[in-house]
């Protein structure tokens, strides 16, 4: 089963604005990743979290976890048209953290309107 | 630096036939992973390489068969391909299954018909 779920599933915004996405585990993990995926590309990993972080930052993006609710959240700040992509967790229940312990969510398709 | 190289970009195969995917990195890395990318589906681990002269099976390894020819290189190979198999194929490394961060490649394209 999936162990990573991406909410909403697609998100369309103004430039400037800020985009919230949210994603739900249900196991324990021991990290959660970020990835952004632009259209006809590769993943490209944005961000990794650990299970005993609350948040991190990097440049324009946020990170929360919440392991007592099993989700996390990524904030984009003062969004750009180049941030238009499909952006995945991938959470990790292993403490190996091989990227076969890690379940990638099925993606939250973000587009930024000019 | 490449980084994740897979090849080749597009191919179309029709049912029965069978055909490898190659995958190679440049950054010395121990740990290597094939994955497949379905509509409204995340992705999908097919099999993956621990470290050189180790293979073990993913979440959907039938249909496949994986070689780890040196520490450079990862081969997927569909024997008899099926429809089913029509997806987006991904290559990936990870310098060792500690957390660090894991490499993409671009992707394969892969129709059955």
């Known amino acids: 089963s999936q162990q990573g779920e991406e909410d909403p599933q697609a998100l369309s915004i103004q430039e400037g604005e800020n985009a919230t996405m949210n994603c739900s585990y249900k196991t324990s993990i021991n990290n959660l990743q970020w990835y952004r995926q632009n259209s006809g590309r590769g993943l490209v990993h944005l961000i990794l979290?650990?299970?005993?972080?609350r948040e991190k930052h990097s440049g324009r993006l946020r990170v929360t976890l919440d392991t007592s609710k099993k989700s996390s959240s990524l904030l984009i700040t003062a969004s750009r048209a180049a941030d238009t992509a499909s952006y995945f967790c991938?959470?990790?229940?292993?403490?190996?953290?091989?990227?076969?312990?890690?379940?990638f969510g099925k993606g939250t398709h973000l587009i930024i309107q000019p | 630096n490449a980084g994740v190289t897979q090849t080749p970009k597009f191919q179309v195969l029709k049912t029965g036939q069978s055909m490898t995917l190659q995958c190679a990195q440049d950054?010395?890395?121990?740990?290597m992973y094939w994955y497949r990318q379905d509509p409204g589906m995340g992705l999908r681990l097919i099999y993956y390489s621990a470290s050189e002269g180790t293979t073990d099976k993913g979440e959907v390894p039938n249909g496949y068969n994986v070689s780890r020819l040196n520490k450079r290189e990862f081969s997927l190979r569909l024997e008899s391909a099926a429809p089913s198999q029509t997806s987006v194929y991904f290559c990936?490394?990870?310098?060792?299954?500690?957390?660090?961060?894991?490499?993409f490649g671009e992707g394969s394209w892969l129709t059955v018909v």
């Open positions: 950054m010395n890395h121990n740990s």
């Open positions: 990936a490394s990870q310098k060792d299954r500690t957390g660090n961060t894991i490499y």
């Open positions: 979290i650990r299970s005993n972080e």
């Open positions: 991938a959470s990790g229940p292993y403490s190996g953290g091989g990227a076969d312990g890690l379940t």
